[in-house]
């Protein structure tokens, strides 16, 4: 059974920083893409950052160069580092993997960028 897990979202003020982690188990993590979405309150679901399993990167046009995504695979994680964050970069952050068209999602962890 695959199962991801997040953490590391919380309270920041704008400018701040925080560093999402998403854990990996139940599968070979190394041939799975990896991905960040999140959905603020009212809205879609949307793409944040993804990693391949070759390590190509693409970032959704909010947070281009903001954001970092990446994979050490020997600890079977993906992290997001957000920097700069602002108060529109607020919502829910899920963790996402993508093997042969199937997708698995972790719970969620919560960001709020307020002052």
């Known amino acids: 059974q695959v199962q991801l897990v997040e953490s590391g979202g919380g309270l920041v003020q704008p400018g701040g920083s925080l560093r999402l982690s998403c854990v990996v188990s139940?599968?070979?993590?190394?041939?799975?893409?990896m991905g960040w979405y999140r959905q603020a309150p009212g809205q879609q679901r949307e793409l944040v950052a993804r990693?391949?399993?070759?390590?190509?990167?693409n970032y959704a046009d909010p947070v281009k160069g903001r954001f970092t995504v990446s994979r050490p695979n020997i600890q079977n994680r993906v992290f997001l580092q957000m920097n700069s964050l602002k108060s529109e970069d607020t919502a829910v952050y899920y963790c996402?993997?993508?093997?042969?068209?199937?997708?698995?999602w972790g719970q969620g962890t919560q960001v709020t960028v307020s002052s």
């Open positions: 996402n993997a993508r093997r042969s068209g199937n997708d698995y």
């Open positions: 990693i391949t399993t070759g390590g190509s990167t």
């Open positions: 139940g599968t070979i993590f190394t041939m799975h893409d």
